[in-house]
C-alpha cells in the first residue's frame, strides 16, 4: 500500500451434501468467477470460482451427461469435514461445467463403475498442500460394452486440467479457526535505509510469494533467505521516471501486484506511476499516479492525493466503490473473500494532514479509525473473512512507533486485535495471501530491515 516516511508517524501500505449416497446429482450454478464468457480472475473471486473457471475453459466441451466423480481428498492439515469439503469441491467444479456429479468419492476404478451408463468420466483429484488448493481433472470415455471393455479396457483421457489456489474465507471455514495472535517475528537485513513502500504477493505466477520493496532510489522484487532480502531485480527510479518537479520532503509511495501479470508502482518523488512485468521489466508509465491495491489509481495534487478512483492504465478494468469523499496522505486497499465466497472490496485512506484513517466497503459499510499513523495496510490475517486493518502509530518520536491492528467486523465496528512495538519505526506495511491453515504474514519494512510477524 502506500507509505510515508515518518514525520507525522511512520508506514503504509501493502501481503451439501457429504459423501456416501451413490446417486448422481446436479452442481449448483458457477460462483462468481466462473461466469460463461468471461476471462477468469486471480485473486478476485472464490478460489473455487475461479478454479472451475480456468479449469472449464481448459476442458473444452465435454459430452453432455457426463458424470463428474471426485477422488478422496487429500490434504496436509486435518479439515473438520473432510468429506463435505470434497463434496463441495465436486459440485461446484460440475456445476461450473454444467455437469451432474457424484456424491461417493472414488478411486479412478470404482469411477469408471459409477460412470458406466453417463458414457464419460470426469474424474476430478483435489489436494490441499501447503495453503494451496490444487485440482486435477481428467476427463476419459466410459466403455459401454463388453466388447469395448475387452478391446480398450483402460482408455487414455481425452482431456487433462489442472490448476491451484489459495485458500480463502470460504475453503478456511471447513478448518479449525485461527487465534489472530501475531507469535513470530523474523528480521532481515535489506540494505535500503529509506523504505517507502512494499508488497507482498505471487508476481511471477510460480505459486510463491514475492516482495516488493520501494525506496526513493530504486524498487527491488526479492525473498527472505536466512535473515537477508535477497533482491531478484531492481529497478532504478532513474531509469523509470524523471523526479517530480515538486517533490515532497515525506513522499507518498503505494504498490499494488496483479498476481503473475504485473506490478504497479507509483511514488509522489517521480512524475509517473509505473507499471512493471512478471520479469520486473518496464511495462508502462501510468501519470502522476498512486494505485490502490484492490484496484484503480487516485491522481497525486500537491501534497495530496485525490479520493476519485480511476484505471491505472489503457484497457484496465473500470474502477469500482467504494470511494473516500476526502484528500488523503496514506492508502491502504483488499479485495477479501467471505465465508460464501463472494468478494468485498475494502478501501482505506489516511485524511491529509490529520490522523483519521477512513474506511468503506462496496456494501457501504464505514468506520473511523482516530489516532493513526501514515502507514496502512488491508487484509485477512486469520481467513475469517473480516478484514483487519494495520496502521502504525499517529508519534512523532519513532521510537514510541507501533503496528496496531484492528478487524473491521461485519457489524462496521473496528476492534483492536494485536500491537507491536517497533522502535525503529514503520515505514511501510504489507499483508501477504495466506500460505496455510494459520495466521497470514505481515511485511513490516523499517530502516535497514524487512519484518516478517507471522
Known sequence: ???????????????????????????????????????????????????????????????????????????????????????????????????QSSSEAATLARARTLAARAGTLVHVLPEIQRGELRITVDVYPVPKSFWDRVRDPLPNPRAHAFASRRIDAELRTFFPPVPLVAKH????????????????????????????????????????????????????????SPLSRAPLREPIASVSIEPGRFVDIGLSDRLDAVRLDATFTHKAKLGRKLPWPGGGCSKIVGTSFRPEIEVCGPGDEASKPPELEKPGDALAGAVILAKDGRPR?????????????????????????????????????????????????????????ALVVHTFQDDAKLVERFRIAVPTGVRALATCPTEGPGLASVLLATPGELWVIR
Do not use: Y
Open 185 to 240: 517475528t523474523d528480521k532481515a537485513t535489506t540494505g535500503e535505509p529509506s523504505p517507502v513502500a512494499v508488497a507482498c504477493g505471487d508476481l511471477d505466477g510460480d505459486g510463491a510469494l514475492e516482495a516488493v520493496l520501494v525506496g526513493r532510489s530504486r524498487a527491488q522484487v526479492g525473498r527472505v533467505r536466512s535473515g537477508r532480502f535477497i533482491a531478484s531485480a531492481t529497478a532504478a527510479w532513474t531509469q523509470l
Open 345 to 401: 472490496r475494502v478501501r482505506a485512506l489516511r485524511v491529509f494532514n490529520e490522523s483519521t484513517i477512513l474506511i468503506r466497503d462496496d456494501a457501504g459499510k464505514s468506520a473511523k479509525l482516530e489516532g493513526a499513523g501514515a502507514q496502512l495496510a488491508i487484509g485477512d490475517l486469520d481467513g475469517d473473512g473480516q478484514p483487519e486493518i494495520l496502521s502504525s502509530s499517529d508519534t512523532l518520536d519513532e521510537t514510541g512507533d
Open 1 to 99: 500500500m502506500p507509505t510515508r516516511t515518518p514525520a507525522k508517524s511512520a508506514t503504509l501500505a501493502l501481503l451439501v451434501s457429504t459423501f456416501g449416497l451413490a446417486h448422481a446429482q446436479p452442481g449448483p450454478p458457477p460462483p462468481s468467477g466462473s461466469e460463461p464468457g468471461k476471462a477468469c480472475t486471480k485473486g478476485r473471486a472464490s478460489a473455487l470460482g475461479e478454479l472451475s473457471c480456468e479449469l472449464g475453459q481448459a476442458l473444452g466441451k465435454i459430452p453432455t451427461g457426463a458424470l463428474v466423480v471426485a477422488a478422496p481428498l487429500t490434504v496436509d492439515a486435518r479439515p473438520t469435514d473432510a468429506a463435505l469439503l470434497a463434496a463441495r469441491i465436486v459440485s461446484v467444479t460440475a456445476g461450473a461445467l454444467g455437469l
